[in-house]
């Protein structure tokens, strides 16, 4: 099993590993299966920090790369089929990065890890439940 992070899934990981279920952190402790940071969640992190939405104990540039290293995160590039596929999506989303996030787990097989109700109105999408 491959899996991608919902941003705020990554972010639950970092800040308050309490809220993700006890079999959500098994898998993102165990080092089994590859577990993927979108560039749309870094991103999306760097936009709220620049609005003053989000604080981080240090710019997102300096403080998101030592974290995935640390974790063994793999960077899940943009691609214009993940662009052109999450434009097609039905509108169950309203919000462009998480549909982005769904375009690329859907193109590159990959599990969603998500606590994101919406995203289970999608046909075709894995999802591993965080809070499970």
């Known amino acids: 099993m491959r899996l991608l992070l919902d941003t705020h899934v990554w972010l639950w990981w970092i800040a308050s590993p309490e809220r993700l279920g006890p079999g959500t952190m ?17 991103w999306e992190i760097a936009i ?28 899940l590039n943009i691609l214009l089929r993940h662009t052109l596929i999450a434009g097609a999506l039905p509108p169950h989303h309203q919000d462009p990065i998480d549909r982005l996030l769904i375009a690329q787990a859907q193109v590159e097989n990959l599990a969603l890890v998500t606590a994101d109700p919406a995203m289970k109105l999608y046909d075709g999408l894995h999802l591993q439940w965080a809070t499970e």
Do not use: C
């Not at 540039?61 to 995160?73: G, N, Q, T, Y």
């Open 26 to 42: 098994k898998l993102l402790q165990s080092g089994e299966p590859d577990v993927f940071f979108s560039a749309a969640s870094g």
């Open 48 to 75: 709220k920090y620049a609005l003053g939405k989000m604080t981080l104990p240090d710019t997102p540039d300096r403080f998101i790369p030592p974290r995935l290293e640390r974790d063994a995160l793999k960077p």
